[in-house]
């Protein structure tokens, strides 16, 4: 004769409430924290950072902020993309040929070779448009990214070469760390800014010393970055 | 000789990997060895002058960021020199019999580590505190999971979920302080 | 009619409250869920609430973009191009990290086949 297990506990959800406790307080807190001071107009450092962009002479001002006061942010940003693409790479690389099970629709095949032109020359316009008008490296690069991705779920046999996205990786990283010593050699500050940048060449496309060339070189390690990071999530094998 | 070279030299050398990877099987590590000896006499030299001077990378310290090298944080300098140095040391003393599978990678990663670690001692700037702790943070993930065993892989997964809520919480503090001070 | 809610301390309070609100969605489903996939996606949706939060409290009312054209001359009339930039890194970082965790946890499933969290404790022997 079997024993049956009969559950002592009430059918009240206890995980579920005490979570739904715990956050709320939490939550509480934080809001009554931040609507008893509630600041109205104060001089903030960006405001500063506003007056000092005219000795640039570059038209958009969170360009330079990203790239050039504060220029070592972005290269932290790029070496975390850089080591996450490594981490990706060492778990999930696989050397299959074969991208979908399922023969995708003609229609779509027939498209996505229309678009992806039309994808990578908008992503590349907002590349090295970056410094005139809203835009810039990373949105270029993940632009350029999404148009690999659109060829690698519509296509079963396709795949970018590995060699041609470590030679990409390898020149934008190594071309942005030198151009950081350069400039620690020439002024004595890293990340200076050694071409000329006049402010009568606001608005034109040479404008701004080093900030175009740097905005375009992050703008090629993150779209080939983005592209290897979305070829080994796709590309495995697939047996799970 | 100014003390950007502790952080730039590192992450130059984890970008340029694969074109030192042409120089025969051994050229990652030994390049890599003599690096880390060139920081460290860098750092014992730095020991003998009794000064402490301030680095600037763009604008006065106020609105850019600035990197500061007094007593303090030079002896953390001298400390994570001293222990990436020994412990280059003992893997390429065991690197015949026990070596790990992509050494490269190793390499890269433990450079990384390196540099944001003295990174972090070094700055003056609480957002390039933030970009720091994540470098070392993810590297340290991706260390702890370098064999695929379950076990490792289980470690890393505990270990990057509270990280990565830890990091929504420091950025929630520090867009706090711009908010009501500047 | 509604013109009481132009003003900025009306604004202020109901981007703080709706950006609390997802803040809290994401952490109630972070700490009851189970399955590892679904607390990644709790934290993604929390690191959503926080830079809402952050660009919905620095906006000044009437200001204009940060970016100088032959319309726009002067400086004084401007947003604030700080926010913009920290928060360019910190959305790109949040993004990396959680695409590492991704992988790991499709790893650990080829390898074993578990996903509850409950369950994962092969540290234990």
Redesign the interface.
């Known amino acids: 004769m079997s024993v049956k297990k009969i559950s002592l506990k009430r059918e009240l959800p206890t995980t579920t409430l005490s979570g739904f406790a715990l956050s709320g307080l939490l939550v509480l807190t934080i809001l009554n924290i931040l609507l008893q001071n509630m600041p109205t107009k104060i001089q903030t450092a960006g405001d500063s950072l506003l007056k000092l962009n005219a000795t640039e002479g570059v038209a958009n001002t969170v360009t330079t902020v990203v790239v050039f006061f504060r220029g070592f942010d972005t290269l932290g940003e790029i070496a975390v993309l850089f080591i996450a693409s490594l981490g990706i790479g060492l778990m999930l690389h696989s050397n299959t040929k074969c991208n979908i099970k399922v023969e995708s629709n003609f229609m779509l095949q027939t498209a996505s070779i229309i678009l992806f032109p039309i994808i990578l020359l908008f992503g590349t316009y907002v590349m090295i448009y970056g410094h005139l008008s809203p835009g810039g490296g990373f949105q270029g690069g993940v632009i350029i990214a999404s148009g690999v991705l659109l060829l690698l779920i519509s296509h079963k046999t396709f795949e970018v070469p590995h060699s041609v996205i470590v030679a990409l990786e390898t020149f934008a990283g190594v071309s942005y760390v030198l151009i950081g010593l350069i400039g620690l050699l020439i002024l004595d500050v890293f990340l200076g800014n050694f071409l000329p940048h006049d402010i009568s060449q606001m608005g034109l496309l040479l404008s701004g010393g080093i900030i175009p060339f740097i905005y375009i070189i992050v703008g090629i390690k993150v779209g080939s970055e983005m592209s290897m990071i979305v070829q080994n999530l796709i590309k495995r094998d697939h047996d799970v | 000789m100014s003390s950007i070279l502790f952080i730039a030299l590192p992450l130059l050398f984890g970008f340029a990997t694969p074109i030192l990877s042409k120089f025969g099987k051994n050229g990652v590590a030994y390049t890599s060895m003599l690096m880390q000896l060139f920081l460290l006499s860098l750092a014992v030299s730095l020991l003998m002058t009794t000064s402490s001077y301030v680095e600037l990378i763009s604008i006065v310290p106020p609105l850019g960021i600035s990197f500061v090298l007094n007593s303090a944080s030079l002896f953390f300098v001298l400390l994570f020199t001293l222990l990436m140095t020994l412990f280059s040391l003992y893997y390429l003393i065991h690197r015949k019999t026990d070596a790990y599978k992509d050494e490269t990678k190793f390499f890269i990663l433990l450079n990384m580590l390196l540099a944001s670690a003295i990174g972090l001692v070094l700055s003056s700037d609480i957002f390039n505190i933030y970009v720091f702790f994540e470098i070392a943070g993810i590297s340290a993930y991706i260390l702890s999971a370098y064999k695929k065993t379950p076990s490792a892989l289980e470690a890393g997964l505990k270990y990057l979920l509270t990280g990565a809520v830890a990091s929504v919480f420091l950025v929630f503090a520090i867009a706090l302080i711009y908010i009501n001070i500047g | 009619m509604f013109e009481f809610l132009n003003q900025?301390?009306v604004i202020?309070?109901i981007v703080?409250?709706g950006s609390?609100l997802l803040?809290?969605v994401g952490?109630?489903g972070?700490?009851?869920r189970k399955h590892?996939i679904k607390?990644f996606i709790s934290?993604a949706i929390?690191?959503s609430a926080?830079?809402l939060?952050?660009i919905g409290?620095?906006f000044?009312i009437d200001f204009v973009?940060?970016?100088?054209?032959?319309t726009h001359t002067e400086?004084a009339t401007?947003n604030?191009?700080?926010?913009?930039?920290?928060i360019?890194?910190?959305i790109?970082?949040?993004m990396?990290?959680?695409?590492?965790?991704v992988?790991?946890?499709?790893?650990?499933?080829?390898?074993?086949g578990k996903t509850d969290i409950d369950e994962?404790n092969?540290?234990r022997h």
Do not use: N, Q, R
């Not at chain 3, 990396?96 to 965790?101: D, K, P, Q, T």
């Open positions: 900025p301390e202020k309070i703080t409250l609390m803040f809290f952490l109630f972070l700490l009851t590892i607390t934290i929390m690191e926080v830079f939060l952050f409290l620095t000044k973009a940060p970016i100088l054209d032959s400086v401007m604030d191009p700080i926010p913009h930039a920290m360019l890194t910190a790109v970082i949040g990396a990290v959680l695409a590492l965790g992988s790991f946890a499709i790893e650990y499933f080829k390898l074993t994962m092969e540290m």
